[in-house]
């Protein structure tokens, strides 16, 4: 079946510091690939996005490849902030919109 | 106000205690998921329906039910609570003509079974 693995965290790094948080996947065909983020006290909320092969992502100064010769989808940001400090989420969906998301990724920037 | 809410929060409930989490959506979405979230395994689907007349399970749904009671209206419950089912539950929405797999989730119902 569909799955999603993600780099374990805790990740702690300072404010400035370069971001990678590995995702890859395993999926028959081609499934959309997603990044969610989910800030403390809150629901979980799609950060990017990309549908097909070689579609990049980006929101918010994050970005994220969708690269099927690796099957991986890394999140990365040039410089991160403390308000970038949250849990963020891997996912894939193929048809149906029945998410399956990885285990999830606790990132802290101190300033 | 939240687009989709969920209540309760917060719930604190005994072995073999039924309990009901509710959750209402203002998106005007036909979609409606319930998800739980453990720490280390990401979140699980345990049901999910497309319409007020479609009920589907999930990977997880053994213990749990669902209800739609009408489009904007969907609620988990737990027959009988047992101590493994303590987590965050999430209920979330989507579009159906959006096949981008984007979800509108709420900001969750912890759970508590003692």
């Known amino acids: 079946g569909n799955s999603v693995t993600q780099m374990e965290g805790p990740v702690t790094l300072s404010e400035e510091a370069f971001l990678t948080i590995n995702c890859t996947y395993t999926?028959?065909?081609?499934?959309?690939l997603f990044w969610y983020v989910q800030y403390p006290g809150e629901g979980l909320q799609l950060l990017l996005k990309?549908?097909?092969?070689?579609d990049k992502g980006s929101n918010k100064g994050f970005e994220a490849t969708y690269r099927k010769e690796t099957t991986s989808f890394h999140l990365e940001k040039g410089s991160v902030q403390v308000s970038d400090s949250a849990v963020y989420f891997c996912?894939?969906?193929?048809?149906?919109?029945?998410?399956?998301f990885g285990q999830g990724t606790r990132l802290t920037i101190n300033p | 106000d939240a687009d989709v809410t969920q209540t309760p929060r917060n719930r604190i409930t005994k072995t073999g205690k039924r309990i009901m989490l509710e959750c209402s959506q203002t998106?005007?979405?036909?979609?409606m998921y319930w998800y739980r979230q453990d720490p280390g395994l990401g979140l699980r689907l345990i049901y999910y329906?497309?319409?007020?007349?479609?009920?589907n399970k999930g990977e997880i749904s053994d213990g749990y039910s669902v209800s739609r009671q009408a489009q904007a209206k969907f609620s988990l419950s737990l027959e009988s609570a047992i101590p493994n089912q303590t987590a965050l539950y999430f209920c979330?929405?989507?579009?159906?003509?959006?096949?981008?797999?984007?979800?509108?989730f709420g900001e969750g119902s912890r759970l508590t079974v003692l």
């Open positions: 979330a929405t989507s579009m159906p003509a959006d096949n981008t797999g984007e979800l509108f």
């Open positions: 999926a028959t065909g081609y499934p959309s």
């Open positions: 990309a549908t097909k092969a070689d």
């Open positions: 996912a894939l969906s193929q048809g149906a919109q029945k998410l399956v």
């Open positions: 998106k005007g979405h036909d979609r």
């Open positions: 329906s497309f319409d007020v007349k479609d009920i």
